[in-house]
C-alpha cells in the first residue's frame, strides 16, 4: 500500500507522521515547494519523495498518485493531525469489497483542532455534497482509501483545493459505495495553509463550489454480450 502525504513545510510534523505508517506500506512524500527541509527529513526518515512545484493540494495529490504503484493508495495529511495508522482498516474495508471508498470523519481531539470556520465551511460542503450526489457524508476529510486504477479511471482535473470533493462527487457518479468512520483529529502541528485563517477557507470552500457545480458524468454503458 501506498500513502500519499502532501506536504509543503512541514518539517516539524513529518517525524510523528512518519512513525505511524503501517509495517510494510511506503510513504509518498509530495513536496509542493517547501521552505524549511522538509523533503529532506522525509527522506531521510525512509520516504520516497517527489516533487511537485505547481502549487496547490490537488497539485500535490494527484502528483503522488501518479507516482504511486501499489494495488491500493490512501491519503493523509502530513500536519499530524490524523493518525495514517487508521487507514489499516480502511484498505481493508476496500480489499474485502464492502466500500470503494473509505473516508475519516473527523472527531476534534481538545481544544483548537478543528477552528470553527473551517467546521462551518465543511458542513456546508457537506450538505451541498448531499444535494448534489445524494451521499449522506458528515465530513470531507483528507483520511481515505481506494483501489489506484479505479482512482485513476475517474480522471480528477481539480488541482486546487476542490481535488478531495472531485474524488466523492466523480466516485458517486460512477456508483462508487462511499462509506465514512470515526477518526480522532488533533491539533496539527504549525499554521494551517488552508483552514487556518477566513482566507483560507474561503478560498478552499470556492474551489468546492466550483467542483459541485460540474455536470453529473455519463456513466459508462455496459457492453452487450455476443
Known amino acids: 500500500m501506498d500513502v500519499v502525504l502532501p506536504c509543503l513545510d512541514e518539517a516539524e510534523a513529518l517525524p510523528w507522521v512518519l512513525a505511524r505508517i503501517p509495517d510494510g506500506w511506503r510513504a509518498v512524500v509530495v513536496d509542493n515547494g517547501s521552505s524549511d527541509g522538509s523533503p529532506d527529513v522525509a527522506r531521510a526518515l525512509g520516504a520516497t519523495v517527489v516533487h511537485e512545484p505547481r502549487r496547490g493540494f490537488g497539485s500535490a495529490c494527484h502528483a503522488g498518485l501518479l507516482a504511486a504503484d501499489a494495488e491500493y493508495v490512501c491519503f493523509c495529511d502530513c500536519d499530524a493531525s490524523l493518525d495514517p495508522g487508521e487507514l489499516v482498516r480502511f484498505v481493508r474495508e476496500v480489499a474485502s469489497g464492502d466500500a470503494d471508498l473509505v473516508l475519516g470523519r473527523r472527531r476534534p481531539q481538545g481544544s483548537g483542532a478543528w477552528p470553527p470556520h473551517a467546521r462551518a465551511g465543511n458542513l456546508a460542503l457537506a450538505r451541498m455534497l448531499r444535494r448534489r450526489t445524494g451521499l449522506r457524508l458528515h465530513d ?23 481535488y478531495p470533493l472531485q474524488m466523492v462527487v466523480r466516485a458517486a457518479d460512477a456508483g462508487w ?25 474561503w478560498n478552499a470552500v470556492r474551489d468546492m463550489r466550483k467542483v459541485l457545480a460540474e455536470a453529473p458524468a455519463a456513466r459508462p454503458v455496459p457492453a452487450v454480450a455476443r
Open 177 to 201: 459505495r462511499v462509506v465514512e468512520h470515526d477518526v480522532p483529529y488533533l491539533p496539527r502541528a504549525g499554521r494551517s495553509k488552508v483552514t487556518g485563517t477566513w482566507r483560507g477557507t
Open 140 to 162: 470531507l476529510g483528507p483520511l481515505r482509501a481506494m483501489r489506484r486504477e479505479a482512482l485513476l479511471e475517474l480522471a480528477l482535473t481539480d488541482r486546487r483545493s476542490g
